[in-house]
């Protein structure tokens, strides 16, 4: 879905209602805003948890040693622990 929005003279610009209702945002809510080559995306703060989550899985894929776990132990062996 594409929509237009008006940014007021200081910048403000307002989600449509039914936007704000389907993402679970009410007055005070957080957007986070990612600017890119392609233009900028808006995300709440779980959709940009499940993003980046969707992209360690993809560069970790079949990389034993990408866990955090391992970064860790690999931390702790490094700094004589």
């Known amino acids: 879905m594409t929509i237009q929005v008006t940014i007021t003279a200081n910048g403000r610009m307002s989600l449509?209602?039914?936007?704000?209702?389907?993402?679970?945002?009410?007055?005070?809510?957080?957007?986070?805003?990612?600017?890119?080559?392609?233009?900028?995306i808006l995300r709440t703060p779980a959709q940009s948890i499940a993003h980046a989550q969707a992209l360690a899985q993809h560069y970790a894929k079949g990389k034993a040693d990408a866990s955090v776990e391992a970064f860790l132990a690999r931390r702790r062996e490094a700094s004589g622990e």
């Open 16 to 40: 449509p209602a039914d936007i704000r209702k389907r993402l679970g945002l009410s007055a005070g809510g957080a957007l986070l805003v990612e600017e890119t080559a392609d233009g900028v």
